[in-house]
Every structure is written in C-alpha cells, then in structure tokens.
C-alpha cells in the first residue's frame, strides 16, 4: 500500500495540464524518487473520475488497486475529481486508506476561468457565445462546466485532518511557470527538484478572433458535426494550428464589465471564505482577485469585428486550398496548420 497519496482535484482551467504534462515529461525521475503515478496514460484517470461521480464500480476500483500494490508515494493528478459528489469522494478516501492523503486544489482568478472553461466548450462543438455562458453560471446552472470552489474542498475535505488539505493559487500570466510547479510539488510534500524537464506548452488559450471563428463554424455544421469528439477535433484541427493562430489577433477573450464586477466580487468572498476556513496555501490569495478590466491582454467578445473573423476565414481557406493541392499533386495528406504538437497517447477527457 503508498505510504502517501496526493489526490489533486483541480479544478478546470487553473492549470491542471501543464502539471499533469510536467509531472508525466519527468515520470522516470519521479519512479526513481519512489513517486508513482500508477497509471499508463491520463485518460484511466479520467475515466476513475468519471466513474466516480455514478457508482464508482469499475475504473475507480481499478485505479484504487493500483494505489493499493503501489509502494512509496503515489499522484493522481486529475480536474475531473472536482466534479465527484461529496458521498462519492468520502468513499474514494476509504479506499485510500490507510494511506496518508493529501488533497491539493489549484485556483485561479474567476475572471480568467470563466472565459478559458467557455473557449473549451467552443473548441468541443458548443455555439454558445460567452455572454450566454456567464449568463448560464451567474443564474447558477452551470455547476457541471464550473464546480464551487467550496463545494469541492468540502467535499474532499471531510474527515482529514485541515493540513491535508492544501490550496495552490496560479500565478499571474506574466510570472515564470516554474513558480507554478514549486507551489504544487510544495503542497504536494515533492521535491521540486524531480521535474527538470519542461514539455511544450499544450492546450494555450486561442486568439479572441480564432474562438468566435470556430463557434461561427459550429453553428455552420449543424447536425453534420461528428458527435465523436475524436473525429470533430480532427475535423475542427486547422482552426486552432500553430498557422491559424500566429494569423489571428492576439488578444483573449474578457468578460463585459458588468460580469467581470461580479466575478470580481466572487472572488473576494471566495478569498474571505478561504482565510476563513485555514487551508494552507501556496502562493497568495490575493493572486484570486481579478486585475483591472480591459487590460492590454484581453479584448471583450464584441470587440471581435467581423472583419477580423472574415480576415481569419480567408487565411483558413487559403491554407485548405493548399493542403488540398498538395494531397492531390502527392505532397502530403495534412495541411500546415493542422501540424502542432499532439499530446501523449490517452490523455483524454477535460483539460486545463
């Protein structure tokens, strides 16, 4: 049985695949540390997760198992476990046992999230525009997209003891990733040392102008997108190439003014609970609160002309009628665009 077990639970959009990349580029470091992820690929730990929130009869008692023969220390690194009901997580602990289990749970400004957790909505089939999104979680029917914070940590918090349960803020856009990496292996009781390996960055945020192309393109498909998310990401792969995005503009997508207010005031309640509540925390709190709005970064969704989206479709259609010439005269059966790094075989599910 691990000595140790550190379960972290995400949640979506603050970071969760560039740990789980890191902690997965440096896996042979980490064995030799007797740190184990226990796991052949990501997507058993999606599937456990899932599994989790029904019965969690199947992939989850496997995962479980697994922890069980594993010596040392073992991670499961996985944003999907925010989304396991409180009965259904205390369950999961009792599996654990007797293993010594740490909880750790990343956050980020809401401000951010709200729009990141929407674009991946849009880049899975959704024609809903952002406006609607905060429209949907600001009426409070959209727990599913976006767990409470404090739903989360109570519902993996019950029956530990409160330094089991750690909080790992992330940090500002312009600090350096490694910050990231130390606040987590800290939480997390790793040496931050093990993870020198750096993979490429993965799942970066798209242009504001490339989302709404590929929403307008969702609305297009219709009935004829695949329902399969394999076959419409492979189908949706040159909206979001390297070629794609260097030709859009390159600022995000921002919440209107009047929902980047809200989501600044619930990330100050969140930030008072939190102090409240005596998590230890890596980083800082006030790390939560949303900077300015309208910052040089970000563009608000209707600052998106159509001339810009129609700029972007001509520079798509172009690339297409290339690749297509190319197929045809025997040059290659892809186009530039859709050529970008790939992620390891199996990771699957949602991501960060």
Known sequence: MADRVVLHVGLPKTGTTFLQQLLWANRERLLAADVHLVVTTMRELFDAARDLTRDGSADWRRLADAVRESP????????????????????????????????????????????????????????????????????????????????????????????QVRVVTVPRSTVDPSVFWHRFATAADLDPGLATEVPPPANTSLPAVQVELLRRVNLALGDRRPLEQPRYRELVRPLQGPRAVARATGTLAELTPDDHAWAADCAQ??????????????????????????????????????????????????????????????????HPASRGPRRPQGRGGPRA
Do not use: I
């Not at 400004?109 to 024609?127: C, E, F, K, M």
């Not at 509540?277 to 608000?300: I, W």
């Open 269 to 334: 309640r969140l930030v008072e609970a939190l102090r409240e509540r005596g998590h230890l925390v890596l980083g800082d709190l006030e790390e939560l609160l949303p900077e300015p709005a309208g910052s040089a970064s970000t563009a608000a969704p209707d600052a998106t002309s159509d001339a810009d989206v129609a700029s972007a479709a001509a520079g798509l259609a172009a690339d297409l009628l290339l690749a297509l010439r190319a197929r045809r005269d025997g040059g290659g059966a892809g």
């Open 72 to 163: 040392g220390t073992v991670v499961l690194s996985c944003e999907g476990l925010s989304a396991v009901p409180a009965e259904q997580a205390q369950l999961a602990l009792a599996d654990l046992r007797p293993a010594d289990v740490r909880v750790v749970c990343t956050l980020r400004d809401p401000a951010r999230v709200l729009p990141s957790v929407w674009q991946q909505h849009v880049r899975t089939g959704s024609t809903v525009e952002l406006a609607a999104f905060v429209a949907h979680v600001r009426d409070g029917m959209a727990w599913e997209w976006l767990p409470s914070t404090l739903d989360v940590l109570d519902a993996w918090s019950a029956g530990l003891r409160a330094d």
